[in-house]
């Protein structure tokens, strides 16, 4: 079929088993790709009984129907498991230009199972795929794994591993790409799962190209948005993610202070512009993508000398930056660096430093428990070695790298008020109270605390998207119509999730519209908008399922109660989220019951029947 090779490549790590499972027509037209096909997968392979670091996992990677096509930004892929730091569903979306690698092999996404006895990596050249002795990579850093898997398998190849945080089973450990330019799979533990299988990395060498329905047509249609994408996007390729912190200080989005604090002046001397005037070299584009978001930075010298490698995108920069109180650009870049080697989620570690400052600053902690380092505000070598400490599992290292929830019912005292997490995912860069939809957005995300799921937070009070029926900002406070917002965005960001490409080409004119037609001229269909964003939300229902499956239900919707009662100041002002209305009226618009359970009718509606069975719906 058009867009797709139809076969998935599933390798059993324990057996060294390789076979090739045949995709169906219907499968792909009802959960497309991405991590669609992957939820699809993940809920069939694993049940509630499996550990998420256990041989019974499965480590899934997906691209999507426009994987490998001219589709700007496309050269993308999804990682889905079940999380060892959640116990849910997750998937991670990672650019690099691994996905297109792995696509022109000629299968559309690798089903990892089981545990290799020792550590092993995977080749793959075009369908010919070798499982091989990873003696020599294991212990090395992600970027000296990245050269030397290229040199083995030549400059055309492309290759995703673990650094020192996925062999040790850090629960929030990533998986990279590209090397020292660093692109991350990154949140809740995938790079912990693929640890626990000893697969240290997989290079892939692909020829095959991927064939267009109507190739002529799409040329066009793709080079008629060339354009627009390139001019709208200007503020990215200049600035980077990190375009927005001073803005987002402003309104009270930006994390300061783990989440405590109103403003602060140090946003200025951590932003995209100050980057762009000091440690900035250049762009770094993902495959296929004209808006080059990405930044390359380097520190020529001092103790926070860096290679040429990853700058740190907005998230890293609010979590390693303004939560910890760190206004100092250079160990930012160092903390990237450090995490990206290592491949550790810069999120979740930010997040666990900055709940570590609060902890040692009540006295719940002290020297004694960290090693010696004084986790002060603004202490940017103890935020240096603490990350060492982490991947090392040395002193309150170690128990940081399990993740919020152990860590908070560890340390005790009070400190679950500040444990900002969602279902045991770590809040990113964005402040609920700053932005209503966005609160909605956490508790109800299939993978905890995430801004991606629904991506509202930029459109809010900023763009407007008017084929998705928003053609004006909404006020950032106002709760009235934000679940209907919330949804409708969740239901666009899974077919962004499933397609495959980055969000961000929205800001260039690929809105709805012109993606459903993208869609039908790479694969010959014939999907309506209303298809698109139905298939939209079967996709989002289905992992809600995995969910429920696992015993969530409206008690983890939550929010952490320092968001819920502590007005926070600056732009934000004393605004808190009322979460229970919005999610009242939330689960009304989805049709789930009161206890956030997808009912039989709205199964039926999204020909999910086949699940109807394994719940005592109502
Ligand atoms: S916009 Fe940025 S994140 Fe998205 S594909 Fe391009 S470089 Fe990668």
Redesign the pocket.
């Known amino acids: 079929m058009p867009g797709y090779f139809m076969k998935i490549a599933e390798i059993n790590l324990t057996t060294e088993e390789i076979n090739f499972i045949t995709l169906k027509e219907k499968e792909v037209k009802e959960f497309i790709g991405g991590s669609g096909i992957g939820a699809k997968f993940l809920y069939d392979y694993t049940d509630h009984k499996t550990d998420p670091l256990g041989p019974e996992n499965v480590l899934i990677f997906m691209t999507g129907p426009l994987t490998g096509t001219k589709t700007f930004?496309s050269?993308?892929f999804e990682v889905i498991t079940k999380s060892p730091l959640t116990g849910i569903y997750t998937e991670s979306d990672c650019?690099g230009k691994w996905g297109e690698g792995l696509k022109k092999c000629g299968v559309d996404g690798i089903v990892i199972k089981g545990e290799a006895k020792k550590p092993v990596y995977i080749t793959m050249k075009n369908e010919e795929i070798k499982v091989k002795d990873a003696s020599d990579l294991w212990g090395k850093d992600t970027f000296a794994t990245d050269t030397l898997i290229k040199e083995e398998m030549g400059p055309n190849s492309h290759v995703v591993c673990i650094g020192k945080a996925g062999e040790n089973l850090i629960k929030f450990a990533c998986i990279i790409n590209e090397g020292k330019h660093g692109?991350a799979a990154g949140r809740a533990g995938v790079g912990a799962v693929m640890g626990s299988k000893n697969l240290k990395a997989i290079g892939v060498l692909g020829t095959k190209e991927v064939k267009i329905a109507h190739e002529q047509k799409f040329n066009q249609f793709i080079k008629g948005l060339f354009p627009q994408m390139v001019e709208s996007?200007e503020a990215?390729r200049k600035y980077g993610?990190s375009n927005g912190v001073e803005y987002c200080e402003s309104v009270g989005d930006l994390p300061i202070k783990n989440w405590y604090q109103g403003n602060w002046e140090g946003a200025k001397k951590i932003s995209g512009q100050y980057m762009a005037k000091t440690v900035l070299k250049k762009n770094?584009?993902?495959g296929r993508?004209v808006?080059?978001?990405?930044r390359t930075v380097e520190i020529t010298e001092g103790k926070y000398k860096t290679e040429e490698t990853a700058g740190p995108e907005y998230e890293t920069i609010g979590m390693l930056g303004s939560n910890c109180l760190v206004d100092d650009i250079k160990v930012i870049c160092k903390a990237n660096e450090l995490c990206n080697r290592y491949g550790l989620d810069t999120i979740s570690t930010g997040s666990a430093i900055s709940f570590c400052m609060e902890a040692y600053e009540r006295g719940l902690i002290t020297k004694e428990d960290t090693g010696g380092l004084k986790m002060e505000w603004g202490n940017g070598d103890a935020v240096l070695e603490m990350i060492k400490k982490i991947v090392n599992r040395q002193d309150l290292g170690e128990l940081l790298g399990e993740g919020l929830i152990k860590a908070s019912k560890e340390i005790g005292g009070n400190s679950c008020e500040f444990a900002i997490h969602v279902k045991g995912l770590d809040f990113p860069a964005h402040d609920p109270r700053g932005k209503v939809s966005v609160a909605l957005g956490y508790a109800t995300s299939n993978r905890g605390a995430c801004h991606l799921q629904a991506f509202t937070h930029d459109f809010e009070d900023g763009a407007a998207l008017p084929d998705l029926g928003y053609k004006e900002t909404l006020d950032r406070f106002e709760i009235k119509g934000k679940a209907k917002f919330v949804v409708d965005f969740q239901h666009l960001m899974s077919m962004f999730d499933s397609l495959h490409c980055?969000k961000?080409?929205v800001f260039g004119g690929m809105t709805v519209e012109p993606l459903v037609k993208v869609l039908n001229l790479v694969t010959g269909w014939d999907f309506s908008k209303e298809d698109f964003l139905k298939t939209g939300e079967r996709i989002f229902n289905l992992k809600r399922l995995y969910n429920v499956r696992e015993g969530i239900s409206r008690k983890d919707d939550a929010l952490p109660p320092r968001i819920l009662t502590h007005p926070r100041g600056g732009g934000a002002g004393d605004n808190l989220p009322c979460l229970n209305k919005m999610l009242d009226e939330y689960y009304q618009i989805r049709g789930w019951d009161e206890f956030g359970i997808p009912t039989k009718e709205t199964l039926k509606r999204l020909e999910l029947e086949e699940y109807i069975k394994q719940f005592r719906v109502k």
């Open positions: 930004s050269d993308r650019g692109r996007t990215l993610t770094y584009h993902c993508c808006i080059g978001c990405g980055c961000f080409i």
